[in-house]
């Protein structure tokens, strides 16, 4: 294990689990990569490329608030108030120095401030002067989300600075553009900005949602009740303006005749990083791993790698931590991890499952079992939903995924957790089916 050191940024370190063991004829090599940053010291500093900002050196972050202000915003009439009490509370928490701005979203994107296709830098009249312009906000019109990132995206752009993130907040489904447009939208803003998103109330669509936050590497959750925007508002900016390093990409380096099977997110959340990889030299990938603050992540990768004889090992990959400079190479972070893949003829080696490899494998089933479940009920085949919804239930269960477990019951009735028995809910309430279903991909890291 390597780290990266530089004053006021963080430490970056990888460390490998996994069982390098193989039977002869053997392929398969899994491994759960956790990659920790510590220590970034005095918040405010970033790496990025291709600048290092240091305290009082210039901004380090910028920052698009998008507030839904359809016509829906206006039932009940509190929705709207909440939404612009929860901008106001997430202004307050912006520091010092950070560029940031305001999009009304509609049918159309509106700058509500500071206009003029910038962005303004937070201060105390700043931040006073946007909360007065959030008071102007009304609702009316529809929802066409693409359009809300493309102008966020271009107001980031204004800005020569090392974090840019979004925060968008919608109460309905995006009915004012085609789901092709709001494809498109994501992939061009896919890699220049992250984003989190947040479903208010319970009339909007959660794979819409989750769909943001999946592609520009944020977060997504539900907020029924509209009176919890501001804290949740507040949690989110304090956690945007604690990160520290940009455009932090996984390297994956694989010799001749070894096949990357796939790359996912298993914690704090399960996401699919295969198909974002970008080619980064001979036999070598990058995948994206978005902003990092001083935190800890897992991975799992999995590599399929040439049969071998008994008693011969190999590197199956090499495993480092990068941030892409187009047209200048890369800034190494310096961390680097090994995966290895040894041939024995000890069954009890090559057949014992790492445990974090088989913890990981249960969270990511899980999340799949959920949404498949909750699919299947919609679709009204009691049968299956009652399978799948068993499956996750006998899953949380073993793998103490309690918070899982508790938002399942609410769907479910539980007769017996571990092995899996359910009967559906008669009647569920919607925003309990509903943050499952935004919740599903949350994980929890191996019992110790």
């Not at 909440?82 to 912006?94: E, F, P, W, Y």
């Not at 047209?327 to 090559?350: C, F, H, P």
């Not at 999340?367 to 239930?393: C, F, H, S, W, Y």
């Not at 009647?427 to 994980?443: F, G, H, N, Q």
Request: aromatic residues 4%; glycine residues 10%.
């Amino acid at each position: 294990m390597a780290n990266f050191s530089k004053s006021n940024v963080p430490q970056f370190s990888v460390d490998v689990n996994q069982n390098v063991y193989l039977p002869e004829g053997g392929r398969e090599v899994h491994a759960i990569v956790t990659v920790t940053a510590t220590g970034g010291g005095t918040i405010g500093s970033a790496v990025t490329a291709p600048h290092l900002y240091s305290p009082g050196e210039g901004p380090s972050a910028a920052v698009v608030l998008m507030v839904d202000c359809s016509g829906s915003m206006d039932y009940p009439p509190t929705k709207m108030r909440n939404a612009r009490d929860a901008t106001a509370a997430a202004i307050d928490a912006l520091r010092d120095g950070v560029h940031f701005a305001v999009v009304g979203g509609t049918h159309v994107a509106r700058e509500v401030y500071p206009g003029g296709g910038g962005l303004a830098v937070a201060g105390a009249g700043t931040r006073e002067q946007a909360k007065q312009a959030l008071r102007r906000l009304s609702a009316g019109g529809g929802t066409a989300i693409g359009t809300w990132l493309g102008l966020t995206d271009r107001l980031l752009a204004s800005a020569e600075v090392a974090i840019r993130h979004g925060i968008l907040l919608t109460d309905g489904r995006n009915e004012h553009e085609s789901p092709e447009d709001l494809k498109a939208a994501l992939e061009a803003c896919a890699g220049r900005f992250t984003c989190d998103a947040r479903g208010v109330g319970t009339d909007w669509e959660v794979k819409e949602v989750t769909a943001v936050a999946s592609a520009l590497l944020g977060t997504a959750d539900i907020v029924a009740d509209p009176a919890g925007l501001a804290a949740d508002f507040t949690r989110m900016m304090e956690t945007a303006m604690g990160k520290e390093v940009a455009d932090v990409s996984l390297r994956l380096w694989t010799p001749v005749g070894t096949t990357v099977r796939f790359v996912k997110q298993v914690a704090p959340t399960v996401e699919e990083l295969t198909g974002r990889r970008t080619e980064a030299g001979p036999r070598a990938g990058d995948y994206p791993l978005g902003s990092w603050g001083d935190e800890s992540r897992d991975y799992h990768v999995c590599v399929e790698v040439p049969a071998a004889d008994i008693g011969q090992e190999m590197l199956a990959a090499r495993l480092s931590l990068v941030i892409p400079q187009p047209d200048r190479g890369v800034q190494s972070l310096g961390a680097q991890g090994l995966v290895r893949a040894v041939w024995t003829d000890d069954m009890a080696a090559s057949t014992s499952i790492n445990p974090q490899v088989a913890h990981y494998t249960g969270q990511a089933e899980l999340a799949e079992v959920i949404r498949q479940g909750l699919d299947l009920r919609k679709e009204g085949d009691i049968d299956g939903a009652t399978a799948k919804l068993g499956r996750a239930v006998q899953l949380a269960s073993a793998s103490g995924n309690a918070d899982t477990a508790k938002l399942l019951a609410k769907v479910v009735d539980v007769v017996d957790a571990a092995a899996g028995t359910v009967r559906l809910k008669a009647k569920v309430e919607e925003a309990d089916e509903m943050t499952l279903e935004t919740r599903s991909t949350k994980t929890v890291r191996v019992k110790k």
